[in-house]
């Protein structure tokens, strides 16, 4: 094997398969350091997507990443999130076949003609003095690129608890990284310490289904592709919940706990909670949702979504059984919790490249965030920016404005993370312009830019678009009852189907083409107004705080009143930068300048 590659990446979970992805649709040569056979990996619950997270796999696919493919693909439920809510905030979550996604990424990337496998642990990283690194692997090693991609996921001086007793492992059963943190300390970077868990998995031949609420997979079935998987309305999931009992039994054990027993120190997802902080945070509560979900149609385990725990497994046993349906219940492999290294993310560039060590990019959880999907989009960027610095092409960037990652890269860039981060709908000031289903319309030309969308799919995007277009000079054409009817379609209670219906006559439409128009007529006035405000605080950068009462200012965030308070920034653009302060907030006190502005006015 050569031992010289334009971009190395090191790791093979979700973020490490979309850099090697994008590098090698360069049409240079790139290596993925790793586990070949732990490749695709989902460690936590089997699924992809969900609120804030399937807005992240839209873009994907618009960006050529590969993800959206795997999870259609191995996908054996599906089904829209907020389906009664509006477009801005729908999402799609496909469960997926655990060990057949696993496969289905390694199947992927064995057949790229340009990447490079090869099993092995990094452990340094060395300059070449000529702008680009060595890559050396524990046994001595040594690997030349242009550029780096760390994607080591939970594994960098990684830790497990099962209770008190804890195990050096990145996770169950896989030893860490044990260098990796070293080598990035000796560049100059700072590291941190963060912890996540995951949930039990239960046989499922111990679960009485029939006494659990059951939820049905959409049908037709819905993807992120356009193409659902052959098996995608195969299984539905359950629902259950905790109990008095249960809680009683986690605030006797609470001692058990290494969060609670100071052992860890490390900072836990405040979004994602165990099941000891939900009881003891939120003792108000009696009861708390959990989903019972199937590892895959093949396997004998249901993953119990919502009861992550670092508990010992003797209390897991005793806690478990305490849930509705679960009275029986075996458990076949024990939650735990992991702790693990993460770099300062305010110490990366925009591309994610270190900016202490040029030409060394890193993505995923390594930067602090949390979720498969926030990884995947992450390995995308570092993956598509490494392999153009190895090319020696411009560096292309993302804004706020161009969707979920601009947002995601954004706050973690500008802002940092003090805990670990998940993508949410709540993050994004903007989302009504940047939904799941534009994702293609928006960001599909940008990819084709960056090299990572052929031609032909690009064209395909605009041809549907054009069809789209099409619709909706239509419904301008034509006429129900003497009035227009996209007049008709923008009253809340009509819909495009019931048009149709009473004689409205369209071009040929598939239904995501059929919903895409149906969504840019009815909310036309609410995307006009969107884009003036986008517009409008873009300028809005120098605008005085001077006065500004931020306890008075309605509908910011708890969060960013306590910051702003606090900071006192005297201008919105040094608003923007305190850390907490979301994008959300911004609108909020655009609005107040406004009205404070207009009071201020004479009659």
């Known amino acids: 094997m050569k031992n010289r590659w334009n971009v190395i990446v090191i790791g093979g979970g979700h973020a490490g398969i979309e850099a090697a992805w994008a590098a090698a649709k360069f049409g240079r040569a790139a290596l993925l350091i790793g586990n070949p056979a732990t490749i695709g990996r ?17 873009e994907l696919q618009a960006l050529g990443g590969l993800m ?45 003609t340009d990447l490079d496998i090869l099993r092995g642990e990094a452990a340094d990283l060395e300059s070449d003095g000529q702008g680009g690194w060595w890559v050396i692997t524990t046994d001595g090693r040594r690997f030349r690129a242009r550029s780096v991609v760390i994607a080591a996921g939970t594994f960098m001086r990684g830790v497990t608890w099962y209770g008190r007793q804890s195990r050096h492992e990145g996770r169950q059963g896989e030893p860490p990284s044990r260098f990796l943190s070293g080598a990035l300390e000796r560049g100059g970077h700072s590291l941190k ?20 609420t059951v939820i049905p997979a959409d049908r037709p079935a819905r993807s992120f592709t356009g193409t659902p998987g052959p098996l995608a309305e195969a299984s539905p999931t359950w629902q ?114 270190s900016r202490r060590l040029p030409g060394v990019y890193t993505a995923g959880q390594i930067n602090g965030t949390s979720g498969y999907e926030e990884a995947a989009m992450q390995g995308l960027v570092a993956g598509t920016a490494a392999a153009r610095r190895a090319a020696d092409l411009p560096e292309m960037t993302f804004s706020r404005a161009d969707g979920y990652l601009g947002v995601l890269l954004d706050d973690l860039i500008l802002k940092g993370c003090d805990e670990p981060f998940r993508m949410m709908t709540s993050r994004v000031e903007h989302r009504l312009l940047v939904r799941q289903d534009n994702a293609d ?73 059929k919903e895409s128009l149906e969504i840019q007529v009815k909310y036309a006035g609410y995307l006009e107004r969107a884009r003036r405000q986008l517009n409008a605080e873009a300028k809005a950068g120098r605008l005085s705080l001077s006065g500004v009462d931020f306890g008075a200012v309605p509908a ?19 608003a923007s930068r ?7 907030d911004i609108s909020a006190l655009l609005v107040h300048l406004k009205q404070r502005q207009a009071a201020a006015e004479p009659a």
């Open 240 to 353: 259950t919940h905790t109990t008095p009992h249960t809680h009683e039994l986690v605030r006797a054990n609470i001692g058990y706990s290494p969060m609670y027993a100071g052992d860890i120190d490390a900072t836990g997802a405040r979004y994602c909670p165990s099941i000891e902080d939900k009881i003891m945070r939120f003792a108000h509560h009696d009861r708390h949702l959990l989903f019972v979900e199937p590892e895959g149609l093949q396997t004998s385990e249901v993953y119990l979504q919502g009861f992550s725990s670092s508990l010992p497994p003797e209390v897991q046993d005793i806690l478990v059984r305490t849930l509705p349906g679960f009275e029986q219940a075996v458990i076949q492999r024990y939650a735990y919790a992991v702790e693990y290294d993460v770099v300062d993310s305010t110490e990366l560039t925009m591309n994610l490249e």
């Open 193 to 212: 310490r963060f912890k996540t868990g995951t949930p039990p998995r239960v046989r499922a031949d111990s679960v009485r289904f029939e006494d659990l």
């Open 68 to 112: 959206p493919t795997l999870a259609d693909q191995t996908a054996i439920h599906t089904r829209v999130l907020n389906a009664s809510k509006g477009p801005a905030v729908q999402s799609l979550r496909v469960q997926n076949e655990r060990d057949q996604y696993a496969t289905a990424a390694q199947d992927a990337l064995l057949n790229v």
């Open 441 to 513: 319309e928006r960001l599909t030309l940008l990819g084709h830019q960056l090299g990572l969308v052929p031609a032909e799919r690009l064209a395909a995007v605009q041809e549907k678009y054009a069809r789209v277009e099409a619709g909706r000079q239509a419904l301008t054409r034509e006429k129900l009852e003497g009035k227009p009817a996209d007049s008709w379609l923008r009253r809340p209670e009509i819909t495009l189907a019931e048009l149709e219906e009473r004689g409205i006559t369209l071009p040929p439409l598939d239904r995501e083409e």
């Open 556 to 574: 910011l965030s708890l969060e960013g009143r306590e910051k702003l308070l606090k900071h006192a920034p005297a201008t919105v653009e040094q």
């Open 578 to 584: 305190i850390q907490g302060v979301r994008h959300t």
């Open 42 to 58: 989902m460690p936590c619950n089997p699924s992809v997507g969900g609120p804030g997270k399937s807005q992240l796999v839209f």
